[in-house]
């Protein structure tokens, strides 16, 4: 049977065209949230490698402070002012707490493992940090019980103290700074890969687009030149179909003829056999 409804050629290249024209708009939106998302990894990059840098920049400015302490002879005045350089060393490095949570590490750790791993670092640094300041606050109170007497010992006792806590602070520090820095190169990178994939499979949609253009034009000008083409199509077509249902209605004819004699013929045999049951 013919399906006088099935598109013309026209058609479905027109359905086609506009099929492979929206993919090509939702990879462009595709690529323009990638390159939205690769601009603001980069800012978090560039954030994190000026924390890094400030904290290199701290950290000489901390060893200056260690030298001018050395050159101080008494022991209870070094104790006080060593006292006051860890607070300050502990207020650097809540600066770069704040810092950290600018970044919204969340949106910069894709990975579930990765993102818990750096959310525990983080809040043991945090953590250390605001217990470290409790504590140099305790100690600088106690200083003033301090004999000069006894303040070498305790100067020299205390340092290995500080530096131990400075150690492990820096240590974790490093770490977090780190695996940020890295997560967030691993983001670019995969990103850039997914942008080129992109750029490919925008050009496979414009190729066909260009295609299916021209073969718009073919079919269009095929029309122009023959414009009862289409018509002939159509008309052979409504004929095939005029003709199929001529063969249906024929056979139900004859259906009908072959029905009613059946029914005739039962009628006339079921009579005879009454006539004779009677007698």
Known sequence: MVDVDQPTDAELHTKLLKEQMEELKQ???????????????????????????????????????????YNVREHKQKLKQKTIDVQENLAMENEILLKLENLELDRVIHDAMNRQQIKEGFEKYANLVKMQQNLEKDREKELDFVFDSEAKVIFERQSEV??????????????????????????????????????REKEEHEKNIQEYNEELEKLSSEKENNPNKQSQRENIKLKELSDELDGIEKEEEWLKKEVSKTQKKHFVEASTMGTHRFY
Request: net charge negative.
């Open 162 to 199: 500080w530096k131990s806590e400075e150690k492990d602070r820096q240590k974790l520090l490093k770490e977090v700074l780190a695996t940020i820095k890295q997560q967030i190169e691993d983001n670019l990178e995969k990103n850039r890969e997914r942008q080129k994939e992109l750029e």
């Open 27 to 69: 990879k462009e939106q595709e690529a323009e949230t990638l390159q939205q998302i690769e601009d603001d990894q980069y800012k978090k990059k560039k954030s994190v490698v000026e924390i890094l840098e400030w904290h290199l920049q701290e950290e000489s400015r901390r060893l200056a402070r260690e030298c001018a302490l």
